[in-house]
């Protein structure tokens, strides 16, 4: 399995405030996900990272932002967060190409916007 | 675009009862299947996955998932549940399709809660 971190793991943060929530991977994967997860209810995936220098937005309309500078590393930004931002957020990597491909996660960041 | 649907939202059982969650996919290719489990406090695991070959698989704790093509399902079960396996359950599909974008699609979770 792939070792991926997350950090903060929790965070409670004021209105309007930037936030950067860490992931990490330590196996060289390419392709990198970020998915958002509200209590209760499926993953929605939001961003997804086939390589460096390449970003791409999921499936669910997000108001963060991500980067990938190094392989290891895809931060997402909130440049102004909001209480509708509230909600868990899961960082995945990937091994395999095509079909083959097995996602691995995170611990997740537990994000409460007041 | 494909779905996934698992039927139940909540399972309350007891210890040694067996264990059955449903998943179907709406997508009509070819796909690969998989399950992850989130233990109370902890990250998705993956559980087991299918890929090809035998549709019966095996995957860790016991746990073991049928893929049965014809029905568009791969219902997840276990003989005997322990109450370390309350957890939250999550069936997910990637399909074999540009146009299906080759995204990993997830259901919406069974909450498993194993009575001692």
């Known amino acids: 399995e792939a070792d991926i971190y997350q950090t903060p793991r929790y965070l409670v943060i004021g209105t309007g405030k930037k936030i950067t929530l860490e992931c990490s991977q330590t196996?060289?994967?390419?392709?990198m996900y970020w998915y958002q997860q509200d209590p209760g209810m499926e993953l929605h995936l939001i961003h997804y990272s086939y390589g460096v220098n390449s970003t791409e937005k999921g499936d669910l309309s997000s108001e963060s932002t991500v980067s990938r500078i190094r392989t290891e590393h895809f931060p997402l930004t909130l440049e102004s967060a909001r209480p509708s931002h509230t909600s868990q957020y899961l960082c995945?990597?990937?091994?395999?190409?095509?079909?083959?491909?097995?996602?691995?996660f995170g611990p997740g960041t537990r994000l409460l916007v007041l | 675009a494909q779905s996934v649907s698992q039927h139940n939202h909540h399972v309350i059982l007891s210890e040694a009862a067996s264990l059955e969650l449903g998943c179907n996919y709406s997508y009509g290719g070819t796909v690969n299947l998989f399950w992850y489990v989130q233990y109370p406090g902890q990250h998705l695991q993956l559980l087991l996955k299918?890929?090809?070959?035998?549709?019966l698989v095996k995957g860790i704790k016991g746990f073991e998932a049928e893929f049965i093509k014809s029905k568009f399902s791969f219902n997840l079960r276990k003989p005997s549940v322990q109450w370390s396996d309350t957890a939250e359950y999550f069936c997910?599909?990637?399909?074999?399709?540009?146009?299906?974008?080759?995204?990993?699609?997830f259901g919406g979770g069974t909450r498993v809660l194993v009575k001692p």
């Open positions: 995945a990597s990937s091994v395999g190409l095509g079909l083959a491909e097995t996602q691995y």
């Open positions: 196996m060289g994967h390419d392709k």
């Open positions: 997910a599909v990637n399909a074999r399709s540009k146009a299906a974008g080759n995204k990993l699609t």
């Open positions: 299918y890929f090809s070959g035998d549709p």
